[in-house]
Protein backbone atom coordinates (compact mmCIF):
# COMPACT_ATOMS: atom_id res chain seq x y z
CA UNK A 1 0.00 0.00 0.00
CA UNK A 2 1.50 3.36 -1.12
CA UNK A 3 2.06 6.27 1.84
CA UNK A 4 1.54 9.70 -0.09
CA UNK A 5 3.54 12.77 1.67
CA UNK A 6 2.49 15.87 1.05
CA UNK A 7 5.27 18.56 0.80
CA UNK A 8 4.37 22.21 0.54
CA UNK A 9 6.64 24.40 -0.98
CA UNK A 10 5.77 27.61 -0.95
CA UNK A 11 7.38 30.47 -2.20
CA UNK A 12 7.45 34.16 -0.93
CA UNK A 13 7.86 37.46 -3.14
CA UNK A 14 7.58 41.03 -3.76
CA UNK A 15 8.64 41.01 -7.11
CA UNK A 16 5.71 40.00 -9.48
CA UNK A 17 7.54 40.94 -12.52
CA UNK A 18 8.60 37.41 -13.44
CA UNK A 19 6.07 35.36 -11.66
CA UNK A 20 2.81 33.34 -13.58
CA UNK A 21 0.32 35.21 -11.68
CA UNK A 22 0.68 39.03 -11.96
CA UNK A 23 -1.01 41.32 -9.17
CA UNK A 24 -1.77 44.93 -9.93
CA UNK A 25 -1.39 47.24 -8.16
CA UNK A 26 1.15 47.19 -5.72
CA UNK A 27 0.10 49.74 -3.67
CA UNK A 28 -3.53 49.86 -3.09
CA UNK A 29 -4.63 53.00 -1.55
CA UNK A 30 -7.98 53.43 0.24
CA UNK A 31 -9.70 56.08 2.71
CA UNK A 32 -12.60 56.73 4.82
CA UNK A 33 -13.51 58.97 1.62
CA UNK A 34 -13.41 55.78 -0.38
CA UNK A 35 -13.85 52.34 1.94
CA UNK A 36 -14.06 50.29 -1.59
CA UNK A 37 -10.59 49.64 -3.35
CA UNK A 38 -10.31 47.03 -6.31
CA UNK A 39 -7.15 44.81 -7.87
CA UNK A 40 -6.58 42.90 -10.16
CA UNK A 41 -5.20 39.25 -10.47
CA UNK A 42 -4.06 37.95 -13.83
CA UNK A 43 -3.13 34.19 -14.72
CA UNK A 44 -0.02 34.56 -18.09
CA UNK A 45 0.64 30.72 -16.75
CA UNK A 46 -0.48 27.91 -19.19
CA UNK A 47 -2.64 26.10 -16.19
CA UNK A 48 -5.10 27.23 -14.61
CA UNK A 49 -4.22 28.70 -10.78
CA UNK A 50 -6.14 28.62 -7.37
CA UNK A 51 -6.14 31.76 -5.90
CA UNK A 52 -6.74 33.22 -2.42
CA UNK A 53 -5.95 35.88 -1.08
CA UNK A 54 -5.26 36.65 2.91
CA UNK A 55 -3.97 39.80 5.26
CA UNK A 56 -0.82 39.95 7.21
CA UNK A 57 0.27 43.33 9.01
CA UNK A 58 4.44 43.49 8.48
CA UNK A 59 6.92 46.77 7.44
CA UNK A 60 10.06 47.15 6.21
CA UNK A 61 12.50 47.52 9.04
CA UNK A 62 16.55 48.40 9.06
CA UNK A 63 19.46 47.23 11.27
CA UNK A 64 22.08 49.47 12.14
CA UNK A 65 23.93 48.74 8.69
CA UNK A 66 20.72 49.58 6.98
CA UNK A 67 19.84 45.89 6.00
CA UNK A 68 16.13 45.80 5.27
CA UNK A 69 14.15 42.91 6.47
CA UNK A 70 10.53 42.67 6.95
CA UNK A 71 9.20 42.71 10.17
CA UNK A 72 5.41 40.49 10.70
CA UNK A 73 5.47 40.24 14.29
CA UNK A 74 5.74 43.62 16.20
CA UNK A 75 2.57 43.54 18.09
CA UNK A 76 2.60 46.91 19.59
CA UNK A 77 3.12 48.59 15.49
CA UNK A 78 0.20 46.12 14.82
CA UNK A 79 -2.23 47.75 17.38
CA UNK A 80 -1.15 51.61 16.49
CA UNK A 81 -1.02 50.92 12.75
CA UNK A 82 -2.93 47.74 11.60
CA UNK A 83 -5.64 48.12 9.48
CA UNK A 84 -5.58 44.35 8.76
CA UNK A 85 -8.88 42.95 10.66
CA UNK A 86 -10.92 45.64 8.54
CA UNK A 87 -10.26 44.51 5.49
CA UNK A 88 -12.61 42.08 3.55
CA UNK A 89 -11.62 40.63 -0.17
CA UNK A 90 -14.46 39.80 -2.90
CA UNK A 91 -14.01 36.94 -3.95
CA UNK A 92 -11.34 35.20 -1.47
CA UNK A 93 -11.03 32.17 -3.47
CA UNK A 94 -11.12 31.58 -6.97
CA UNK A 95 -9.69 29.81 -9.65
CA UNK A 96 -8.67 31.72 -13.10
CA UNK A 97 -8.03 29.97 -16.46
CA UNK A 98 -5.07 30.75 -18.85
CA UNK A 99 -4.45 34.38 -19.93
CA UNK A 100 -7.76 35.50 -17.99
CA UNK A 101 -7.78 38.49 -14.95
CA UNK A 102 -10.35 38.35 -12.19
CA UNK A 103 -10.96 42.10 -10.47
CA UNK A 104 -10.91 41.43 -6.58
CA UNK A 105 -13.11 44.24 -4.65
CA UNK A 106 -11.92 45.30 -0.84
CA UNK A 107 -14.44 46.50 1.32
CA UNK A 108 -12.47 48.59 4.64
CA UNK A 109 -14.97 49.11 7.75
CA UNK A 110 -12.90 50.72 10.41
CA UNK A 111 -13.88 51.22 14.06
CA UNK A 112 -15.31 54.84 14.74
CA UNK A 113 -13.10 56.86 16.74
CA UNK A 114 -9.67 55.93 15.60
CA UNK A 115 -7.09 58.50 15.57
CA UNK A 116 -6.20 60.40 11.86
CA UNK A 117 -3.62 58.79 10.14
CA UNK A 118 -2.24 56.29 7.55
CA UNK A 119 -2.86 52.42 8.48
CA UNK A 120 -1.45 49.04 6.63
CA UNK A 121 -1.43 45.49 6.05
CA UNK A 122 0.08 43.44 3.60
CA UNK A 123 -2.47 41.43 0.92
CA UNK A 124 -0.99 38.26 0.29
CA UNK A 125 -2.24 36.65 -2.30
CA UNK A 126 -1.40 33.09 -2.96
CA UNK A 127 -1.14 30.78 -6.60
CA UNK A 128 -1.39 27.34 -6.65
CA UNK A 129 -1.47 25.57 -10.38
CA UNK A 130 -4.94 23.45 -10.38
CA UNK A 131 -4.74 19.91 -10.18
CA UNK A 132 -0.95 19.86 -11.14
CA UNK A 133 1.90 17.73 -9.33
CA UNK A 134 4.64 16.44 -9.49
CA UNK A 135 4.26 12.81 -8.76
CA UNK A 136 8.10 10.65 -7.19
CA UNK A 137 7.62 6.85 -6.60
CA UNK A 138 10.18 5.10 -4.72
CA UNK A 139 9.95 1.70 -2.70
CA UNK A 140 5.84 2.19 -2.48
CA UNK A 141 5.76 5.97 -1.54
CA UNK A 142 4.43 8.83 -3.25
CA UNK A 143 5.59 12.31 -2.63
CA UNK A 144 2.78 15.23 -4.05
CA UNK A 145 4.41 18.57 -4.45
CA UNK A 146 2.39 21.51 -4.42
CA UNK A 147 4.25 24.99 -5.10
CA UNK A 148 2.40 27.69 -4.00
CA UNK A 149 3.48 31.06 -5.18
CA UNK A 150 2.75 34.19 -2.51
CA UNK A 151 3.17 37.75 -3.34
CA UNK A 152 2.97 40.26 -0.90
CA UNK A 153 1.45 43.76 -1.74
CA UNK A 154 0.45 46.92 0.56
CA UNK A 155 -3.11 47.98 1.39
CA UNK A 156 -3.10 52.15 2.64
CA UNK A 157 -6.00 53.10 4.77
CA UNK A 158 -6.45 57.14 5.03
CA UNK A 159 -8.51 58.70 7.77
CA UNK A 160 -8.70 61.81 8.01
CA UNK A 161 -5.87 64.71 8.27
CA UNK A 162 -2.21 62.51 7.24
CA UNK A 163 0.66 64.08 6.99
CA UNK A 164 4.23 63.08 7.00
CA UNK A 165 7.94 64.05 7.36
CA UNK A 166 11.69 63.30 7.44
CA UNK A 167 14.89 64.34 8.52
CA UNK A 168 18.30 63.09 8.22
CA UNK A 169 20.18 63.82 11.79
CA UNK A 170 23.64 61.52 10.87
CA UNK A 171 25.23 60.10 8.27
CA UNK A 172 28.52 57.66 8.16
CA UNK A 173 30.39 56.14 6.02
CA UNK A 174 32.33 52.81 6.38
CA UNK A 175 34.38 50.44 3.88
CA UNK A 176 33.74 46.87 3.01
CA UNK A 177 35.94 44.90 0.42
CA UNK A 178 34.09 46.09 -2.58
CA UNK A 179 32.80 49.56 -1.70
CA UNK A 180 32.25 52.46 0.57
CA UNK A 181 28.81 52.49 2.20
CA UNK A 182 27.41 55.76 3.04
CA UNK A 183 24.90 54.92 6.22
CA UNK A 184 21.92 57.87 6.67
CA UNK A 185 19.85 57.53 9.97
CA UNK A 186 16.22 58.76 9.10
CA UNK A 187 13.84 60.42 11.36
CA UNK A 188 10.30 59.69 10.34
CA UNK A 189 7.68 62.22 11.39
CA UNK A 190 4.09 62.81 11.07
CA UNK A 191 1.18 60.21 11.30
CA UNK A 192 1.56 58.37 8.05
CA UNK A 193 4.86 56.61 6.30
CA UNK A 194 7.13 58.39 4.51
CA UNK A 195 7.28 57.10 0.38
CA UNK A 196 9.81 58.34 -1.36
CA UNK A 197 13.09 58.12 -3.35
CA UNK A 198 16.95 58.45 -1.80
CA UNK A 199 19.17 59.91 -4.31
CA UNK A 200 22.45 59.69 -3.77
CA UNK A 201 26.42 61.58 -5.38
CA UNK A 202 29.59 61.58 -4.92
CA UNK A 203 31.90 64.33 -6.29
CA UNK A 204 35.89 64.46 -6.15
CA UNK A 205 37.97 67.24 -5.57
CA UNK A 206 37.19 68.64 -8.61
CA UNK A 207 33.60 69.22 -8.52
CA UNK A 208 33.24 66.23 -10.76
CA UNK A 209 30.39 63.26 -10.06
CA UNK A 210 32.32 59.79 -9.92
CA UNK A 211 28.92 57.71 -8.64
CA UNK A 212 25.38 58.53 -8.62
CA UNK A 213 22.40 56.48 -8.21
CA UNK A 214 18.83 55.96 -5.94
CA UNK A 215 15.76 53.42 -5.61
CA UNK A 216 13.06 54.12 -3.49
CA UNK A 217 11.75 54.24 -0.24
CA UNK A 218 9.29 53.35 2.30
CA UNK A 219 9.98 54.80 5.94
CA UNK A 220 7.06 53.36 8.18
CA UNK A 221 9.09 52.98 11.60
CA UNK A 222 10.16 55.97 13.93
CA UNK A 223 13.51 55.43 13.14
CA UNK A 224 15.45 53.90 9.90
CA UNK A 225 18.99 53.71 8.41
CA UNK A 226 19.43 53.63 4.88
CA UNK A 227 22.17 53.05 3.09
CA UNK A 228 24.01 53.94 -0.67
CA UNK A 229 27.04 51.96 -1.54
CA UNK A 230 29.82 53.28 -3.82
CA UNK A 231 31.49 50.78 -5.52
CA UNK A 232 35.63 50.91 -5.14
CA UNK A 233 35.63 50.58 -8.74
CA UNK A 234 34.96 54.07 -9.19
CA UNK A 235 37.11 55.70 -6.79
CA UNK A 236 40.47 56.42 -6.59
CA UNK A 237 42.81 57.59 -3.76
CA UNK A 238 41.47 61.08 -2.51
CA UNK A 239 38.67 62.67 -0.72
CA UNK A 240 35.41 62.50 -1.77
CA UNK A 241 32.10 64.38 -0.82
CA UNK A 242 28.88 62.15 -0.43
CA UNK A 243 24.96 63.71 -0.39
CA UNK A 244 21.99 61.55 -0.05
CA UNK A 245 19.30 63.33 -0.81
CA UNK A 246 15.22 61.86 0.20
CA UNK A 247 12.91 63.15 -2.02
CA UNK A 248 9.01 62.08 -2.33
CA UNK A 249 8.54 60.87 -5.61
CA UNK A 250 7.35 57.51 -6.50
CA UNK A 251 6.06 56.56 -9.69
CA UNK A 252 3.90 53.77 -8.42
CA UNK A 253 2.14 56.66 -6.68
CA UNK A 254 -0.93 58.34 -7.61
CA UNK A 255 -0.31 62.64 -6.96
CA UNK A 256 -3.61 62.19 -4.87
CA UNK A 257 -2.43 59.32 -2.84
CA UNK A 258 1.85 60.61 -2.27
CA UNK A 259 1.93 62.84 0.14
CA UNK A 260 4.49 65.19 -0.68
CA UNK A 261 6.93 66.92 1.42
CA UNK A 262 10.45 69.16 0.84
CA UNK A 263 12.93 67.07 -0.02
CA UNK A 264 15.90 66.74 2.31
CA UNK A 265 19.69 66.31 2.13
CA UNK A 266 22.71 65.41 4.01
CA UNK A 267 26.39 65.93 3.08
CA UNK A 268 29.56 63.53 4.31
CA UNK A 269 33.20 63.83 3.67
CA UNK A 270 35.27 61.14 3.17
CA UNK A 271 38.51 59.81 2.05
CA UNK A 272 39.68 56.56 0.10
CA UNK A 273 43.19 55.67 0.77
Request: glycine share 6%; proline share 5%.
Amino acid sequence: MKKTLPLFLVLVSVLVARAQVIVAPTLLFMSDQSRFGTFIVLNRSNTPQEISISFKFGYPESDSLGNITMQYNDSLMAAKHSCQTWLRGFPEKFIINPGQQQVVRLLVTAPQGIPDGEYWTRLVTSSTPQAQTIDTVKTGITANITFVLQQVTTVIYKKGYVNTSVEIPEISSMTDSSSVVILAKVLRGGNSPYFGKMVGSVVDRAGNTVYSGGEIVAIYPDTMMVKFAVPLSKLRSGTYTAEITLVSERSDITANDLLKVPAVEKKLSFVVQ
